[in-house]
């Protein structure tokens, strides 16, 4: 479980609900079915009309992510440590006794790029190779986290719309003022809805979606530098220096 994500659906949920019924409302006068139904309904909608399938199952995928630690990254000073004993090992052995260390390293990409220097493969190739993956993971994950900036911006627009569908409904029962101010504020609870799902749902969970791509990438970069370090030949201490600057706060 995730804990910052967990608080922070507790808090904002939490504030807007506690604020609500500190200024003397109660729960079930922002519960509203019909509001509900326009505002996630209409913002569902209306984000299956601008993304693929692939694209929507790809974010729903990826929202398992941000409640729940799934992705096995290792750290960045693990791996640090870990090219720092290959750069060792391959000094001593030549870069082909690595090649039994490939099993005991679960993340794939840093794998992957390992087995590419074990091959014998031009470290330009080597390079180009895993600068592409690292693009093109780049792009597939950008546009899972498209997919919930979009549906922020849906969110409050489709609100508005709830919230004047629910006022045309009280102007058509303008005969029966005693119901006038419970129906305005049925209404504007439409607008609630796409405000709050949008700020305290939909847009957080993009944001944390783009920084945990930026972090993974930072971490596929200083891999990359890593194994050319090793195909190159540099020493684990001048290696473990260059890496370190990948570091925050190095």
Do not use: C, W
Request: zero cysteines; hydrophobic letters at 45%.
């Amino acid at each position: 479980m995730n804990k910052a994500s967990t608080l922070g659906i507790v808090l904002a949920l939490g504030a807007v609900v506690g604020g609500n019924v500190l200024e003397g409302g109660s729960v079930d006068s922002i519960l509203q079915g019909s509001a509900a139904l326009i505002v996630f309904g209409g913002t569902l909608g209306a984000t299956f009309l601008s993304f693929s399938i692939k694209d929507i199952s790809l974010s729903a995928r990826l929202l398992k992510q941000v409640f729940i630690d799934e992705r096995s990254i290792p750290e960045n000073h693990t791996v640090i440590a870990d090219m720092v004993d290959l750069s060792h090992k391959a000094r001593q052995k030549g870069i082909l006794s690595l090649e039994g260390e490939l099993g005991r390293i679960r993340y794939g990409f840093f794998r992957r790029a390992l087995k590419l220097v074990i091959d014998g493969i031009d470290p330009r190739v080597v390079a180009g190779s895993l600068e592409q993956e690292n693009r093109t993971f780049e792009l597939e994950q950008g546009r899972a986290a498209r997919v919930f900036e979009a549906a922020g911006g849906y969110a409050p627009t489709i609100g508005i719309i709830g919230a004047v569908l629910g006022l045309i409904h009280v102007m058509e029962n303008l005969s029966d003022p005693a119901n006038l101010g419970s129906g305005i504020a049925v209404a504007f609870v439409a607008t609630v809805y796409g405000v709050a799902s949008a700020n305290l749902l939909f847009l957080p969970i993009a944001k944390k979606m783009v920084n945990s791509v930026k972090e993974e990438i930072q971490l596929r970069e200083m891999i990359i530098e890593g194994v050319l370090g090793i195909q190159e030949g540099k020493s684990p201490f001048v290696l473990r220096e260059h890496l370190s600057s990948f570091l925050s706060g190095s």
